[in-house]
């Protein structure tokens, strides 16, 4: 069982639609991630968030916006998006201290994704 | 700048066959070394990691060790099988609380 929870599993919406994507985790992480991902493809950061403030933003587009409520969630709303944005859409959690050297080595844990398809 | 480079596929094996997957990498300092894996419609799942020189790790059967001499990790497996069919991505991490820069991704399929 993951232990990062992403929903909808499934997403389809048009170019006009606006919706928004779902990540929880319970293991008292506190940086929390966004990649997008296309077939074939390794993952591609788009945001980094750390003690729920945004941290790290790879130029991504503003159609996309992320947010974190609260240590556990994150959400990325979407607006106005083009068919060239489906694609796998995955959250990410990493434990995180403020001196950094003793969390080097814990790994990211990925939730399963969710499948975007723009019509 | 960080980067990390895994052998392209697909590498296409026999089941019992044994696995070499290349994967080196350009860093200063000593990052940590992982490999995941991606299974299909799913997302990904760590494999093994290593965070320091001359670490092995280890899991399911798979190893790599993290070689600083040659700036290594290649995953190796002595006899694969056909549930191990995915897509490898080999990464690193340069500080705690930074995302992970991914390989390219070699996608592994075994025939029985």
């Known amino acids: 069982d993951t232990e990062v929870t992403q929903t909808p599993k499934h997403l389809v919406m048009g170019m006009t639609n606006k919706k928004s994507l779902k990540c929880e985790q319970h293991?008292?992480?506190?940086?929390m991630y966004w990649y997008k991902q296309k077939a074939k493809k390794p993952p591609e950061l788009m945001f980094v968030?750390?003690?729920?403030?945004?941290?790290i933003n790879e130029s991504v587009p503003s159609r996309f916006s992320p947010e974190c409520p609260n240590s556990s969630l994150l959400n990325l709303h979407l607006h106005a998006l083009q068919p060239e944005d489906s694609a796998l859409y995955l959250c990410?959690?990493?434990?995180?201290?403020?001196?950094?050297?003793?969390?080097?080595?814990?790994?990211?844990?990925f939730g399963d994704g969710t499948r975007l398809s723009i019509l | 700048g960080n980067s990390v480079t895994q052998m392209e596929g697909p590498v296409t094996l026999s089941e019992e066959a044994f696995l070499t997957i290349n994967c080196t990498y350009t860093a200063t300092g000593y990052p940590s070394l992982f490999w995941y894996v991606q299974y299909p419609g799913e997302g990904l799942q760590l494999l093994l990691k290593?965070?320091?020189?001359?670490d092995k790790g280890s899991n399911k059967g798979f190893e790599a060790t993290y070689r600083k001499e040659t700036t290594s990790f290649h995953l190796e497996k002595g006899s694969v099988q056909v549930s191990d069919s995915a897509v490898y991505f080999c990464a690193l991490r340069k500080q705690a609380g930074t995302a992970l820069i991914f390989g390219k991704g070699t996608t592994l399929s075994v025939s029985s």
């Open positions: 990410a959690s990493s434990p995180r201290t403020l001196t950094g050297w003793a969390q080097l080595g814990q790994p990211q844990h």
């Open positions: 968030y750390s003690y729920e403030k945004l941290s």
């Open positions: 290593a965070t320091k020189a001359d």
């Open positions: 293991m008292g992480h506190r940086a």
